[in-house]
């Protein structure tokens, strides 16, 4: 039954496999999380059913939209497509993480002055892929921007704000770099 759609529709309902609990030790937003997860049960899944962790979305649930990337050791991944058990050791970001005093991050103030946030189903997306490239690439050039958030798809077409706002919280995090 899906808990979203009721029993008419199906959805990305997790469906506990019945095999043994594997353990998990990871740091989720800089917090350590240990835990026993089902070794078919997806990041996505764990992020949002165990850890309460709203802001990953779940999309496609095929790895095409990027509405779940979240940053997993410095990289921007599609949480559908990593299980869990692949997270044991991990350091790994979602957008709840972005600004752990509660306020926003440049990144996240950037895009909502550039009303890059559209209808904002995949903003958390778009904001970890942006959050990963700035991580790596402070002083990224217009088509860096776009390579980044190319596994993003925003079905509202929004594309220009969010390529602004990137590049404006890059320009804005280098000038609070310098001070």
């Known amino acids: 039954m899906c808990e979203r759609y009721g029993a ?5 309902t997790y469906i506990d496999s019945g095999l043994p609990r594997i353990s998990l030790h ?9 835990a ?16 309460k962790l709203f802001g ?3 999309g496609c649930g095929e790895g095409e939209c990027g509405a779940c990337t979240i940053i997993m050791n410095g990289l921007a991944v599609n949480s559908c497509m990593v299980l869990a058990v692949e997270a ?10 972005l ?24 903003t958390p997306g778009m904001l970890m892929s942006a959050r990963a490239l700035l ?16 596994g993003n798809f925003c079905r ?20 609070a770099r310098a001070k």
Do not use: W
């Open 8 to 12: 008419a529709k199906t959805c990305f």
């Open 26 to 34: 990871c740091r989720v937003n800089s917090e350590a999380v240990n």
């Open 36 to 51: 026993f997860v089902d070794p078919s049960m997806t990041l996505l899944s764990f992020l949002r059913k165990e850890l």
């Open 56 to 58: 990953v979305k779940e």
């Open 88 to 97: 044991e050791g991990a350091a790994i970001t979602t957008v709840e993480g």
């Open 99 to 122: 600004s752990p005093d509660g306020g926003l991050s440049i990144l996240q103030q950037e895009f909502m002055n550039h009303d890059a946030l559209q209808c904002g189903f995949c």
């Open 135 to 150: 991580n790596r690439n402070p002083d990224p050039t217009e088509a860096e921007a776009k390579e980044a958030i190319a």
């Open 156 to 175: 509202c077409t929004g594309y220009v704000p969010i390529i602004a706002a990137i590049l404006s919280a890059a320009k804005l995090e280098k000038e």
